[in-house]
Nanobody
């Protein structure tokens, strides 16, 4: 499998979820990896990125709530999401920062108020 995100679900506002993304080794080892999300009726947007060395960058509205990380030995990307808000409801995807690989199906996160 090239990119497969998992871990989504239904959670109440203020709750937490941890997303995982399994990636093919050829993708994972050579790229900055990133999380993206697409809310209903909106375009897909960048959420967080992680370099191979663990340096992270986030979009402003998730800073302090979301933490991205990666396990290079397992070719897996993670997104710990805390203090979730209804506006975080979206389908979450992983890809390289360059977005050059086929998008997987993503994983749906629904935050109820």
């Amino acid at each position: 499998v090239q990119l497969q995100a998992s871990g989504g679900g239904l959670v109440q506002a203020g709750g937490s979820l941890r997303l995982s993304c399994a990636a093919s080794g050829s993708i994972f080892s050579n790229n900055v990896m990133a999380w993206y999300r697409q809310a209903p009726g909106k375009v897909r947007e960048f959420v967080a990125g992680v370099t191979r060395g663990g340096f992270t960058t986030y979009v402003d509205y998730v800073k302090g709530r979301f933490t991205a990380s990666r396990d290079n030995a397992k070719n897996t990307l993670y997104l710990q999401m805390n203090s979730l808000k209804p506006e975080d409801t979206a389908r979450y995807y992983c890809n390289s920062l360059s977005q050059i690989y086929p998008w997987g199906q993503g994983t749906l996160v629904t935050v109820s108020s």
